[in-house]
């Protein structure tokens, strides 16, 4: 942290910068609200100045109410912790512990109390009028949370300026864009995606957790969207709806999980005069790079290349970054490295070369990526190994046309009489029913006669 | 698990809609075939555990193979798709 720091811009400078045209705008369902209502306003129940170096969460049920604070936050809060919409508030104490969180700020205020030991304030909709910001700037930490951890939720501390940039290669930055995200806003995705729009100056429509995929293209095709992005499991599920039609963006984006040649195809068909791009990024590892030549994979010349902004290595079969987009820490953990010495983070993503062309192949510590939901094999063979008639499991995964992935076991069983096996799966999968996440449960249980364990004793994994 | 032998692949896979569906606690709509496979009550995952049952009870996962295959919308594409794929 340095404070104060008046060079970098404010999240609020960049909106300001744009001019605040009329059009300007965030949407929901609920409606849109012009930034320009943040010029003189706040939706902040609290004074800015109450908030200012200290460490905020941002807890909110709606995508509108945590973008509006993170504009107003940016500069004046320590550090702004932006909580993913599954977040349980049982979670909420650690992350206040591991943060140092003086502030919670939620639209549903009334939900949190009694379940934290730190303030709670309320912000969203409508905004009031609002005393000038205070003229110092904090170089704000933004804490974002890494996907799919188990246990405690992992935070890794990025700042404004290390989520805007460099613009890295083949990104798109064609006015004037109408944005949209099928990601949450507060994921790194879909920040990226609203960072893009707030600097632009350009409206935006934020999806909902439980709107209908079909719903969404419809406002979506309301709103005119003419930029926007999702994971590939994002776009199977929207390619496979009536209302896409009611879409005709002219710039499409994928990131989060591995784009094959199906699903690029497949945009291109349904949007023809679109410019389809698939990305590389990681919370903690940034934006790598966007790839825009139709193709799954990227050119293996990207990799060393010397004056890039982002450099990459392929080492050990996954792919490294560095940059100045990188995470700088995780929060509440500083004794865990992020990059190696050299300054580069192993993605953990494997990768293979074949014809000048590096195409992803899984995750190298065997992490399976449903639909964008990152599962932790250990998680569900805990779950599965319960069981006293499993001697042990392998869960995997098994190529999806529609997330990716699905998950899939091998079970071993103990060696004895008076069970079987149609039982036993039937009773592993109540279990799994009941302690697991619907994403994690396996979708097939097979028996199988061992499993391979490898020199230093561990379990055999493949790559999904 | 269904015998493809014995009975259609329309009834096979009208069968594991609602086996998955059951498992999943998922209300289905009527399966007709103009129903936008979407809005049957099935989400993705569903979807994808579908796809994933029919390749070993039918041994067919017209998905495989073919990069040019539209994203089939409606339950009768859906199951079109895979009659064609046996044919």
């Given at each position: 942290?340095?404070?104060?720091?008046?060079?970098?811009?404010?999240?609020?400078?960049?909106?300001?910068?744009?001019?605040?045209?009329?059009?300007?705008?965030?949407?929901?369902?609920?409606?849109?609200?012009?930034?320009?209502?943040?010029?003189?306003?706040?939706?902040?129940?609290?004074?800015?100045?109450?908030v200012?170096?200290r460490?905020?969460?941002?807890y909110?049920?709606?995508?509108?109410?945590?973008?509006?604070?993170?504009?107003?936050?940016?500069?004046?809060?320590?550090?702004?912790?932006?909580?993913?919409?599954?977040?349980?508030?049982?979670?909420l104490?650690s992350?206040?512990?591991?943060?140092?969180?003086?502030?919670?700020?939620?639209?549903?205020?009334?939900?949190?109390?009694?379940?934290?030991?730190?303030?709670?304030?309320?912000?969203?909709?409508?905004?009031?009028?609002?005393?000038?910001r205070?003229a110092?700037?904090?170089?704000?930490?933004?804490?974002?949370?890494?996907?799919?951890?188990?246990?405690?939720?992992?935070m890794?501390v990025?700042?404004?300026?290390s989520?805007?940039?460099?613009?890295?290669?083949?990104?798109a930055?064609?006015?004037?864009?109408?944005w949209?995200?099928?990601?949450?806003?507060?994921?790194?995705?879909?920040?990226?995606?609203?960072?893009?729009?707030?600097?632009g100056?350009?409206?935006?429509?934020?999806?909902?957790?439980?709107?209908?995929?079909?719903?969404?293209?419809?406002?979506?095709?309301?709103?005119?969207?003419?930029?926007?992005?999702?994971t590939?499991?994002?776009?199977?599920?929207?390619?496979?709806?009536?209302?896409?039609?009611?879409?005709?963006?002219?710039?499409?984006?994928?990131?989060?999980?591995?784009?094959?040649?199906?699903?690029l195809?497949?945009?291109?068909?349904a949007?023809?005069?679109?410019?389809?791009?698939?990305?590389?990024?990681?919370?903690?590892?940034?934006?790598?790079?966007?790839?825009?030549?139709g193709?799954?994979?990227?050119?293996?010349?990207w990799?060393?290349?010397?004056?890039?902004?982002?450099?990459?290595?392929?080492?050990?079969?996954?792919?490294?970054?560095?940059?100045?987009?990188l995470?700088?820490?995780y929060?509440?953990?500083?004794?865990?490295?992020?990059?190696?010495?050299?300054?580069f983070?192993?993605?953990?993503?494997?990768?293979?070369?074949?014809?000048?062309?590096?195409?992803?192949?899984?995750?190298?510590?065997?992490?399976?990526?449903?639909?964008?939901?990152?599962?932790?094999?250990?998680?569900?063979?805990?779950?599965?190994?319960?069981?006293?008639?499993?001697?042990?499991?392998?869960?995997?995964?098994?190529?999806?046309?529609?997330?990716?992935?699905?998950?899939?076991?091998?079970?071993?069983?103990?060696?004895?009489?008076?069970?079987?096996?149609?039982?036993?799966?039937?009773?592993?999968?109540?279990?799994c029913?009941q302690?697991?996440?619907?994403?994690?449960?396996?979708?097939?249980?097979?028996?199988?006669?061992?499993?391979?364990?490898?020199?230093?004793?561990?379990?055999?994994?493949?790559?999904? | 698990?269904?015998?493809?032998?014995?009975?259609?692949?329309?009834?096979?896979i009208?069968?594991?809609?609602?086996?998955?569906?059951?498992?999943?606690?998922?209300?289905l709509?009527?399966?007709?075939?103009?129903?936008?496979?979407?809005?049957s009550?099935?989400?993705?995952?569903?979807?994808?555990?579908?796809?994933?049952?029919?390749?070993?009870?039918?041994?067919?996962?017209?998905?495989?193979?073919?990069?040019?295959?539209?994203?089939?919308?409606?339950?009768?594409?859906?199951?079109?798709?895979?009659?064609?794929?046996?044919?």
């Amino acid at each position: 942290m340095k404070m104060p720091n008046p060079d970098p811009p404010t999240l609020w400078d960049l909106v300001q910068k744009t001019g605040l045209p009329a059009e300007f705008s965030l949407s929901d369902s609920h409606g849109a609200v012009a930034l320009g209502a943040l010029d003189g306003g706040t939706c902040l129940g609290i004074e800015l100045e109450q908030v200012r170096g200290r460490t905020v969460v941002v807890y909110t049920e709606r995508q509108r109410s945590a973008a509006l604070a993170a504009v107003e936050l940016d500069g004046v809060a320590r550090r702004i912790v932006l909580c993913p919409p599954d977040l349980a508030v049982a979670k909420l104490a650690s992350v206040i512990a591991n943060a140092g969180v003086e502030l919670i700020l939620s639209d549903k205020p009334e939900a949190l109390a009694g379940q934290v030991d730190v303030r709670v304030a309320a912000c969203g909709l409508p905004a009031r009028p609002a005393p000038p910001r205070p003229a110092e700037a904090f170089e704000t930490e933004w804490l974002l949370f890494t996907s799919g951890t188990t246990g405690n939720p992992k935070m890794v501390v990025h700042t404004l300026q290390s989520l805007t940039g460099p613009a890295v290669a083949g990104a798109a930055h064609a006015a004037p864009a109408r944005w949209s995200t099928f990601y949450d806003i507060r994921r790194y995705g879909g920040l990226q995606i609203l960072l893009r729009a707030l600097a632009g100056g350009a409206p935006m429509a934020l999806s909902e957790a439980d709107e209908p995929v079909g719903e969404f293209l419809v406002r979506l095709g309301d709103f005119g969207v003419t930029h926007i992005s999702g994971t590939p499991s994002h776009w199977r599920r929207a390619l496979m709806s009536p209302a896409i039609r009611n879409i005709s963006p002219g710039y499409v984006r994928l990131s989060g999980e591995i784009a094959d040649q199906a699903v690029l195809k497949q945009l291109q068909s349904a949007f023809p005069q679109a410019k389809i791009a698939h990305a590389f990024a990681s919370t903690e590892a940034g934006v790598a790079f966007d790839v825009s030549d139709g193709l799954a994979g990227f050119p293996a010349d990207w990799v060393r290349r010397a004056d890039a902004p982002v450099e990459m290595r392929v080492q050990d079969g996954s792919l490294r970054i560095r940059s100045a987009r990188l995470a700088s820490a995780y929060a509440g953990d500083p004794a865990r490295q992020l990059a190696d010495a050299e300054g580069f983070v192993d993605t953990g993503d494997t990768v293979e070369l074949r014809d000048g062309r590096y195409y992803f192949t899984g995750r190298r510590e065997g992490v399976i990526n449903v639909g964008g939901l990152k599962v932790h094999p250990e998680e569900v063979e805990a779950v599965v190994n319960l069981h006293p008639n499993v001697r042990m499991s392998r869960v995997k995964a098994r190529k999806s046309p529609i997330t990716g992935a699905i998950v899939v076991a091998d079970v071993v069983l103990e060696d004895r009489d008076g069970f079987t096996f149609t039982q036993t799966r039937d009773e592993i999968l109540a279990t799994c029913r009941q302690l697991l996440a619907a994403h994690k449960i396996p979708v097939t249980l097979r028996e199988v006669e061992h499993l391979e364990i490898n020199a230093s004793g561990k379990l055999l994994r493949v790559n999904a | 698990m269904s015998d493809s032998t014995d009975i259609s692949i329309r009834e096979t896979i009208i069968g594991e809609i609602h086996r998955i569906a059951a498992l999943h606690n998922k209300t289905l709509a009527a399966l007709t075939d103009s129903l936008p496979l979407l809005e049957s009550g099935l989400d993705s995952l569903c979807i994808a555990v579908l796809v994933a049952s029919l390749d070993d009870a039918l041994e067919i996962d017209p998905f495989s193979d073919d990069d040019e295959l539209a994203f089939p919308v409606t339950l009768g594409d859906f199951i079109q798709l895979y009659e064609d794929a046996e044919s």
